[in-house]
T-cell receptor
Framework: DQQVKQNSPSLSVQEGRISILNCDYT??????FLWYKKYPAEGPTFLIS?????DKNEDGRFTVFLNKSAKHLSLHIVPSQPGDSAVYFC??????????FGKGTKLTVNP | DAGVTQSPTHLIKTRGQQVTLRCSPK?????VSWYQQALGQGPQFIFQ???????QRGNFPDRFSGHQFPNYSSELNVNALLLGDSALYLC?????????????FGEGSWLTVV
């Protein structure tokens, strides 16, 4: 039973354009959501997070949107840069610190 | 400010052997969690330690055990290794008093069981 789903295994965008990575969840008890970026052979790097009491959080080129009624969140990267190429993981937490991760989306930003 | 550090970075073990992985949390953090990431999957929660006690546990067998020391560092032990235990083992740390909302990961320990 996968509680956090990233249905797109991969995404390819052109440099300078917007990258939109999507994530769906099933557990309504989740109250905090995080996005991590991971390069091969490295640990996940924290990018941005959002609490369930908000619907948007922005940090530089990264914006996370949360639609609680649809149990959906998305990460927008604008403008996309080749250095953004990595695997992006969506993670959710429900009142404790146990994170539940999706399987990841591999983003490729082409020059 | 040192981040989360893990050791060793890579190791190879034989089926049936035992392994110990180590983690030092980010400075000031008091909570340590361990995750297993198999190829092509997201990290899976193993367990979490706070105040030297196991506070939460994921769906992993008793072969997986851990410990947290007074300085908040932690160890993950896996006994009777199976081929399927080959994975990247990640340590994450956070600070309980802040609600644990900022969770940082180490670089991981790559375990190969042959």
């Amino acid at each position: 039973d996968q509680q956090v789903k990233q249905n797109s295994p991969s995404l390819s965008v052109q440099e300078g354009r917007i990258s939109i990575l999507n994530c769906d969840y099933t557990n309504s008890m989740f109250d905090y959501f995080l996005w991590y970026k991971k390069y091969p052979a490295e640990g996940p790097t924290f990018l941005i997070s959002i609490s369930s009491i908000k619907d948007k959080n922005e940090d530089g080129r990264f914006t996370v949107f949360l639609n609680k009624s649809a149990k959906h969140l998305s990460l927008h990267i604008v403008p996309s840069q080749p250095g953004d190429s990595a695997v992006y993981f969506c993670a959710a937490r429900g009142g404790s610190e146990k994170l539940v991760f999706g399987k990841g989306t591999k983003l490729t930003v082409n020059p | 400010d040192a981040g989360v550090t893990q050791s060793p970075t890579h190791l190879i073990k034989t089926r049936g052997q035992q392994v110990t992985l180590r983690c030092s949390p980010k400075s000031g953090h008091d909570t340590v969690s361990w995750y297993q990431q198999a190829l092509g999957q997201g990290p899976q929660f193993i367990f979490q330690y706070y105040e030297e006690e196991e506070r939460q546990r994921g769906n992993f067998p008793d072969r997986f055990s851990g410990h947290q020391f007074p300085n908040y560092s932690s160890e993950l032990n896996v006994n009777a290794l199976l081929l399927g235990d080959s994975a990247l083992y990640l340590c994450a740390s956070s600070l309980e008093v802040l609600g644990g909302n900022t969770i940082y990961f180490g670089e991981g320990s790559w375990l190969t069981v042959v």
